[in-house]
């Protein structure tokens, strides 16, 4: 077994200034430490599959959920099932950690949905 941190895991860059780190990437299920930059955020989509559960490291997080917003302060957690739309943003003025798992993962899965 090989601890993952950060600093070993498989690095990408998202949204042109987001970055995410692969901590698990198995066929059954992805774990993704990802930071988003104040002002930034995904666009509205759902997974056809996957059902994600985001969990707050840092910052604060404008998460939509089906239309409704949610506000998740650090320690706190979402739970997205397959086929809900949702959109992850960061209104505050720092930098947004997060640790998001998907299973199945959800790279491949994801349909947008326009505003």
Not at 6 to 24: M, P, R, S, T, Y
Not at 41 to 56: G, P
Not at 59 to 74: H, Q
Request: aromatic share 6%.
């Amino acid at each position: 077994m090989i601890i993952k941190s950060k600093e070993n895991a498989e690095h990408f860059i998202w949204g042109e200034i987001c970055d995410g780190w692969h901590l698990v990437k198995t066929p059954t299920l992805s774990i993704i430490q990802e930071r988003v930059s104040h002002g930034c955020s995904e666009v509205r989509h759902y997974h056809e599959k996957a059902e994600q559960y985001f969990f707050i490291l840092s910052g604060e997080a404008e998460m939509e959920v089906d239309g409704k917003i949610n506000i998740l302060k650090r320690n706190q957690g979402i739970h997205i099932p397959a086929g809900i739309i949702h959109k992850l943003g960061n209104k505050s003025k720092e930098d947004l950690e997060f640790l998001v798992t998907s299973t199945p993962p959800s790279h491949g899965d994801r349909v947008l949905v326009e505003a």
